[in-house]
């Protein structure tokens, strides 16, 4: 009888993660989203924003990319005007694609912060300790270069570590609880993010979001402020 338990249970367990492993979908996928941006700091306008992001999973690797865009003219006037580029490949030590080694390339313009072009450059390791349908967490760890090419003040470069960890909760089944926070820091400049957002499901792709991204930079370009805030509402198409 015992036996028959240890076999019973045994079954059950094997079975039990075959159907999480078919949970994991190849292939393609992705989120736009555009909408309306509430922005203080070096920028206070309000304004349009637009993002899309793509990811693209295999087996023993996965490729994402993201761009984001906020731009805004009043009477011909510039107001407002960031754009981030973000490229990272990764790629899983193991079938059940836990730990991770990435390489990553991050670029951001933003015209009000006198930024033209700031660029990060990153390899890493990563884990995933949740990555379910109704849970992820994702942490991860790397060092790099950063270059900045500021529009008026002097440029700089130095090396960087990098630290980030994202949160998902699915509060039930369309309400969804978004969290991510990245540190960069370096000798000459350190940088933090976080993106907190809740996202309402209106139907099978579509989506509301309501979010808020704070980002703080230590050593700002000479007159420019050391914070920023962005408050968002936006409609999302899951694909």
Known sequence: MKFKKIVMATAIIMSSSAAMADEVKTGLSGAGEAGYSNTTGNTVSESLFAGIKLDYLQADYKVKGLIEANNKKESGVQTAERYVGDFQADVFFSDNQKMYGFGQARWENDRFADIDLSSYYFG??????FNQKNIVLTVEAGLGYQNVNYMTAKDFDQGVSKLYANFEYAINANVRFLQ??????GSEQAKFESNTG????????????????YRHNSDPAAGKKNEDTETLLSVMYDF
């Open 124 to 129: 890493g390791v990563g884990y995933n300790y």
């Open 180 to 185: 991510d926070v990245t540190e960069y820091y």
């Open 198 to 213: 809740v996202k309402v499901k209106l139907a099978d792709s579509l989506s509301m979001k309501a979010s808020y991204k």
